[in-house]
């Protein structure tokens, strides 16, 4: 995708935006007890999240394995992120299609609450990588 530097930040922004927006449903999903859609917007969360890092970067990913896989080879090997980050990630994509897709799976309050710091911590971090390549 060929962009200019402009287009790139706009895309970038709104990709960090659509990421505290889903953080932010968390909280009021965990208030109902909707452990299943919390599970879907954590994942989300980190997912817009990835996508600034990669719409930043110049990567394409077009499909959610195919993003674990860049974001593991771009960011985790080469140490620029903890290993820890790319397990969360791979972690909450397997909780969320196991809670969208299996209709006899529950998500628990703790799957929920053990993601919660660990996502805005992810998010901050790439945050910061993101300022740091400006």
Known sequence: ??????????LVQRELEKAHEAYEDIEILKARGRWNGAANRLYYSVFHAVNALFINDGLEAGRHKTSHSLFSMHYVKTGLLPIDYGRLYN????LREKSDYNCF?????????????IAADFIKAIEQLISEKK
């Open 1 to 10: 995708m060929s962009l200019t530097n402009e287009e790139r930040q706009i």
């Open 105 to 117: 799976f529950d998500v628990s309050e703790q799957d929920i609450i053990d993601g919660i710091t």
């Open 91 to 94: 972690n909450l994509q397997r």
